[in-house]
């Protein structure tokens, strides 16, 4: 019945590991993102996948990296994870036709890097 | 580059007592659609309203209402006679037509209170 899942909801871990959030959306978008909302609730964009092709890079840190294996599924992979990586991450999808359909968020997934 | 101000941190209100969310956008784009989104205290994102900005009706659904006045580049959104259940973060948004970056302002917290 969820319309766009992520898993895990909480994610505990320290400085260095490696760390993978699953995103799924069962809307039949074509379109996929990772926001990232920090302490004072900021939310910014940092990747976008249209059609499992990735259209939206925003200056984030190669350490992240996006997989997309089909249209439904969205991917993030965190290496070497950081204290400053620590916040809470929503995946979103929306179908891109005649105008921007809104974005449908997951319940998102918080990070806490120690 | 499309920027969002929502210039209130936070509000507190009495519970029915109304109240007002600013928001100003900046984009050089003609053709735009405008959001609003609340964040409840459990976290997650849900969308309230879509606006393209050929449409300049205000729009109402029940104890919510938008303003959408393109000559001053403000999207205002007024909730009337506020319930606790109000109590919630709201963010404003900005998406170019044929864009897929969903920009948001910072958000304003409203606490309502019995």
């Known amino acids: 019945d969820t319309a766009v899942s992520q898993t895990p909801k909480y994610l505990v871990t320290q400085m260095g590991n490696d760390k993978s959030i699953k995103c799924e959306q069962n809307?039949?978008?074509?379109?996929m993102y990772w926001y990232k909302q920090d302490s004072k609730k900021f939310l910014k964009i940092m990747f976008s996948?249209?059609?499992?092709?990735?259209?939206i890079n925003e200056t984030v840190p190669n350490r992240f990296s996006p997989k997309s294996p089909d249209k439904a599924h969205l991917n993030l992979h965190i290496n070497s994870l950081e204290l400053g990586d620590s916040a809470v991450y929503f995946c979103?999808?929306?179908?891109f036709g005649t105008g921007p359909s809104p974005l449908h968020f997951g319940n998102g997934t918080r990070l806490t890097v120690t | 580059a499309q920027k969002v101000t929502q210039a209130q941190t936070e509000i507190s209100v009495v519970e029915k007592e109304d109240v007002t969310l600013d928001c100003v956008y900046e984009?050089?784009?003609?053709?735009?659609?405008l959001f609003w989104y609340k964040q409840p205290p459990s976290g997650e994102l849900v969308f309230l309203i879509r606006?393209?900005?050929?449409?300049?009706q205000n729009e109402i659904s029940g104890r919510y209402s938008w303003n959408f006045q393109k000559s001053t580049s403000s999207f205002n959104f007024t909730i009337t006679a506020s319930q606790v259940v109000d109590s919630a973060v709201y963010f404003c948004?900005?998406?170019?037509?044929?864009?897929?970056?969903?920009?948001f302002g910072g958000g304003t917290r409203v606490l309502v209170k019995p």
């Open positions: 979103a999808s929306s179908q």
């Open positions: 809307l039949g978008h074509d379109t």
């Open positions: 996948y249209n059609n499992k092709e990735l259209i």
């Open positions: 984009t050089r784009d003609t053709t735009y659609y």
């Open positions: 606006r393209n900005s050929f449409d300049e």
């Open positions: 948004a900005l998406i170019k037509a044929a864009g897929n970056k969903l920009t």
